[in-house]
Each structure stands twice: as structure tokens, then as C-alpha cells.
């Protein structure tokens, strides 16, 4: 009987073998993120300016994005 | 006017403010409807006598000519929305008794604009699940069934009750909240729409937390039109709810019809998964010829980081998952099981108050967010979110407007056929949805066909932050090139 951890492990190991992204002795196929690589803790989308389609009649965007987290050290 | 539950939202609308039929009679017929499905278990909580007050003060303002967007709509609302007065779940043993004192946003927003209250809808218990099989009030039974087959179908998750009764005609629309897919899964399952909007588009004030930067409420209707004319009430700013986003809120339903001319759709390689059902696999391709049909052009792109989606998720959400969920302790909300001292109150608690599923990822979290461990597990996993968020950037940088996909790998399962020995086997329904709450985007999945055995299925069009409008025009293509899907009718 394993405990919960070791049975994750098995679990997403199994599942990686079978997405063919680990290789038979357990290394990743592609590198790992490394500690340098960013993070965004929330995902904090920016309101995209792109091409809408055309509505009869629709209000304007609000250009301006407050937006926020409450996680102080998030971006 | 005969049978009224097979009315849309749309029309209802009009036939109450033309005074055609009463909020109330449209009310009654839907009490009616839901009292006759109780085989499905999609409600776990009937309202009737608010629902009839409600409708009551709707005719009110109708008569007068006044009332709001929804005014007299009935709806059904997800267990997790608290509503003032109204006893709210979560579909787990822990808050079996909570009433809550105050009302969430969203759910105030439609009563504000009209909406009645029909009652509480089933889901999986905190939105852990992806085929309504984790709630303590039971499974809900999915009202469709395989053809010549009387197996009951799951109806999809966590939010299987609300597609479940907006696909049996138990109400006009219903509220949803996707962590994962939870929206639009069960739409696709249920044959259905269902719109999981842009992380920051409704607040999340007054819903219960499973993994709080990942959750998003939404709406379920039966047509693209009605989930807009939903999604116009839910939507808005809420001081409350720091991360909702202050962009004005446009007239969703206006593009229903739009050009889609000229929008470039793209097609991720990466969702070509092996051992996908062909039918999947043309019904994709059939979903793009009909975006071509109307003048849209589609093109491959790449999200390589799509892969390691399904692992990072199953890190994030835990994680957040153990620290919301610390706060039913006993004290202060719902059970509490006595115990020698304090500690032996808490656990004693937890561990009759939450169910397997529950329990395993409040482990999980706790396990990933520890000293030793963080690095190696939910740091990593932010960075791959990142990585997968960066991915659609550079699409939709690159001049992609939406992004077209098959909402699951499947059809829907039957009640127990699935996740029994690994759950890795259900978590990978939300193969195709994950990446869209990772990175805060908008998705929709619109109904668009039907397998060999007659089950739903689903395309998921994933857009970008803000502009859920676009998902509607082009849901709207689809839903007309692939017309409606209805169960026929067992409960």
C-alpha cells in the first residue's frame, strides 16, 4: 500500500511514460523550467487589443484595466 | 401557450414583456418540470415558494412596464453561489447546514436584473470532479442516454446539475463556476452552451473558493444567444472581488450574428491526442469548415506547453485548494464533530466532513505547498503555467482572434465507469480545457454534433482576455451550421 504522495507520483509518472515526455529511466525528454524562468502567480490578463467582430451597436471597451491581486507579491 | 419549459430564454423574454404568458405560469411550468426529474438529481434544493414571490413581484414590474434584462427568467443556480436565506452546500457533508447571510455577486446581479430563483443545483463537492459523481447529495443523472441503452451517463462536471437541468428543460438558463472545465465539459456532455469568461470578468465574491486563481462563474443556456444574454447580467466590476477586472461590460447578445469575416481561427496541433475518437476528430474539422463557410480563415498553430498542462494543473489547484478549504474547521462554518481536545475536533471534523476526493487534494496541496517540496512541485508548476499562458500570447500576438478545439476527448461515461483506480483516468477529460483557466482566457463550448451512439459532443473556442463577444459570434456560426440538440426524454 503506498501513501498519497508516492501514489501521485506513480500516477503522473505513469502518465508522462504514456505522453512519451519522460524517458523509461524516469529524466525529463525536454529540460525542466529552471529557477530563473518567470512565474506569474495569478494570470492577470491585460485586456487584449485586437480586431472585434462588428456589432449594430456596442459600448466602447474601457481602456483602462484595474486590475489587481490580493497576493502582494504577485506582478 | 403550450409547454413553456421548451421555450428559450429569448423567447420567454419577449412573451413576458409582450404580457403573453406571466412570470408566474412560466414559473409553474418549470416547478412542474423540475418536480417530475427528480430521477436526475439535478436539484438540491427546490425553492418553490420564493420562486413563485419572486415571479409574482416580476409580473408586478411587468405590469407596470417596468423590469430588468431577466425579468421573470427562472433560473437554477450552482451550489456554490451562496444566496442570502438559501441553504448553500457545495454538495459536501461539511456545510450541510450553512445558510448563508448574504448573497454572492453574481447571483445578485441576476436578481437585480429580474431573474427567479428556482433552486440549487447539484455539482461535484468544492468543484472537484469532472462528472458529478464526487457530491454527497449523489450523482446526477446526464438526461441522455446511449442509443438503445439504459445506462444512466454522467452529465459531465462540477457543475452537472446546472448542464443537466438546462438540458432537461428544468429552467432557462443556470449558473455555472469552471476551475478546470467545469463549464464547459458538462455543456459539451449535455449538449448545451456553456461560457467559462475571462479570469476577472465576474466577481468571485460570494462563491465558494476552490482554487482562487483559477475560478471563474459562468453561464449555461440551451442557445449561444441566451448564454449572452446570461453573461451581460453576470458580468461587471466589484469592488469586492479584487481581482475583477473594471472593463465595461458590452451587449453580448448584439453579436449574435456579427461577421466573423476575416477573423484568423487557429488550429493547435498539440490537441491531435492519440486515441481521441475519429468522430472527434472530423467533427473538428467540420467545425472549421463551417467557421470558413462564414468567412473566417483557419490556421495551424502551435502551443507546445499544452502537454504539461494537465500535471501543473493537478499542483495548482490542490495547492490553492488546501489553503481555501482550511478554513472548515469546525468552528466556524457547517459540522463539527466533537473530539477529546481542539485538534481532535478539527480532524475529527475534516475527516467526516469531506469526501475522498476532497480529502486526497487538500493532501496533495498541502503535500506540494511544504517546506522541501515547493520548489520542486508548485514553483515548477507556476513556471509551466506561465510558459502555457506565453503560449497563447505569442498566438493571439501573431494575429490568431480565436483559438477552436474539441471541449473533451470524449463523449459522456457512464455513472462509475471511470476513476475508480486512477484518477489521472478522469482527470484527463479536462485535457482540452485546463489550459484556458491556466491562462485566464475565455472559452465557450457550443453543441455540434452527435457520436454514433447519439451522445453529445462539443467544439470549445477559446478567445482572447476580454473578449468573450468574439466567442459569441463565432458560437453563434457554429450553433447555426450545427442547429440543436435535444435529449429525448427517459426521466
Not at chain 2, 295 to 309: F, N, Q
Not at chain 2, 370 to 383: E, F, I, M, T, V
Not at chain 2, 479 to 484: I, L, T
Request: hydrophobic share 40%; proline share 7%; charged share 20%.
Amino acid at each position: 500500500m503506498m501513501c498519497l504522495a508516492c501514489e501521485q507520483d506513480a500516477m503522473w509518472f505513469a502518465y508522462l511514460q504514456r505522453k512519451g515526455l519522460i524517458t523509461p529511466d524516469g529524466y525529463l525528454v525536454e529540460p525542466p523550467p529552471s529557477l530563473a524562468d518567470p512565474v506569474e502567480t495569478v494570470p492577470a490578463p491585460a485586456a487584449a487589443s485586437a480586431e472585434k467582430p462588428e456589432p449594430p451597436a456596442s459600448e466602447p471597451a474601457d481602456k483602462t484595466n484595474t486590475f489587481s491581486c490580493d497576493d502582494p507579491a504577485a506582478q | 401557450m403550450n409547454d413553456l419549459t421548451s421555450l428559450t430564454l429569448a423567447q420567454a423574454r419577449e412573451a413576458l414583456r409582450k404580457r403573453e404568458l406571466s412570470a408566474l405560469e412560466l414559473t409553474n411550468a418549470h416547478l412542474s418540470a423540475i418536480e417530475s426529474a427528480r430521477a436526475l438529481n439535478a436539484f438540491v434544493l427546490e425553492t418553490p415558494e420564493r420562486a413563485r414571490e419572486m415571479a409574482q413581484a416580476s409580473d408586478a414590474r411587468l405590469q407596470k412596464g417596468e423590469g430588468g434584462p431577466l425579468e421573470g427568467i427562472p433560473l437554477g443556480i450552482k451550489d456554490l453561489f451562496c444566496t442570502d436565506g438559501v441553504r448553500t452546500t457545495a454538495c459536501s457533508h461539511i456545510l450541510e447546514n450553512f445558510v448563508p447571510t448574504y448573497e454572492s455577486t453574481v447571483t445578485a446581479n441576476l436578481w437585480r436584473d429580474g431573474a427567479v430563483l428556482l433552486g440549487k443545483l447539484n455539482n461535484d463537492e468544492f468543484a472537484m470532479g469532472s462528472s458529478n459523481e464526487t457530491s454527497c447529495f449523489g450523482p446526477v443523472a446526464s438526461p441522455w442516454r446511449r442509443r438503445g441503452s439504459d445506462t444512466k451517463l454522467v452529465p459531465g462536471g462540477s457543475s452537472g446539475g446546472s448542464a443537466a437541468a438546462v438540458a432537461a428543460k428544468l429552467c432557462l438558463g443556470a449558473t455555472g463556476t469552471d476551475t478546470g472545465g467545469s463549464i464547459r465539459q458538462p455543456a459539451a456532455f449535455c449538449g448545451i452552451v456553456g461560457l467559462k469568461p475571462t479570469y476577472g470578468r465576474c466577481s468571485r465574491w460570494g462563491i465558494v473558493a476552490f482554487a482562487s486563481s483559477l475560478d471563474q462563474a459562468g453561464p449555461f443556456a440551451r442557445t449561444v444567444r441566451d448564454c449572452a444574454i446570461l453573461m451581460r447580467s453576470m458580468a461587471g466590476h466589484d469592488p469586492k472581488d479584487t481581482t475583477c477586472a473594471d472593463i465595461a461590460v458590452p451587449d453580448y447578445e448584439s453579436f449574435i450574428g456579427a461577421s466573423v469575416k476575416g477573423m484568423r481561427i487557429g488550429i493547435p496541433k498539440e490537441y491531435r491526442m492519440e486515441g481521441m475518437p475519429p468522430e472527434i476528430e472530423t467533427l473538428w474539422q467540420r467545425g472549421a469548415q463551417w467557421l470558413r463557410d462564414a468567412g473566417a480563415e483557419t490556421v495551424d498553430i502551435s502551443l507546445p506547453h499544452t502537454k504539461y498542462a494537465l500535471p501543473a494543473y493537478y499542483v495548482v489547484a490542490p495547492a490553492e485548494a488546501s489553503s481555501n478549504l482550511a478554513r472548515y474547521d469546525g468552528v466556524r462554518y457547517g459540522l463539527r464533530v466533537p473530539g477529546s481536545d481542539i485538534v481532535d475536533m478539527y480532524e475529527n471534523t475534516r475527516a467526516a466532513g469531506f469526501g475522498k476526493e476532497v480529502r486526497r487534494r487538500i493532501m496533495i496541496g498541502t503535500y506540494v505547498l511544504s517546506a522541501g517540496y515547493y520548489d520542486a512541485y508548485y514553483l515548477r508548476a507556476q513556471k509551466v503555467r506561465t510558459r502555457i499562458k506565453r503560449d497563447f500570447e505569442t498566438c493571439f500576438a501573431d494575429g490568431i482572434d480565436a483559438i477552436l478545439t474539441p471541449t473533451t476527448p470524449s463523449a459522456a461515461f457512464g455513472i462509475g465507469e471511470k476513476g475508480r483506480g486512477d484518477p489521472v483516468e478522469m482527470y484527463l477529460n479536462d485535457i482540452f480545457t485546463v489550459t484556458v483557466n491556466m491562462a485566464g482566457l475565455p472559452g465557450i463550448s457550443v453543441p455540434s454534433g452527435l457520436d454514433a451512439q447519439g451522445l453529445p459532443l462539443g467544439l470549445q473556442l477559446v478567445g482572447r482576455p476580454f473578449q468573450e463577444e468574439t466567442l459569441f459570434a463565432l458560437g453563434a456560426v457554429i450553433e447555426q451550421a450545427a442547429g440543436f440538440f435535444t435529449p429525448v426524454r427517459w426521466w
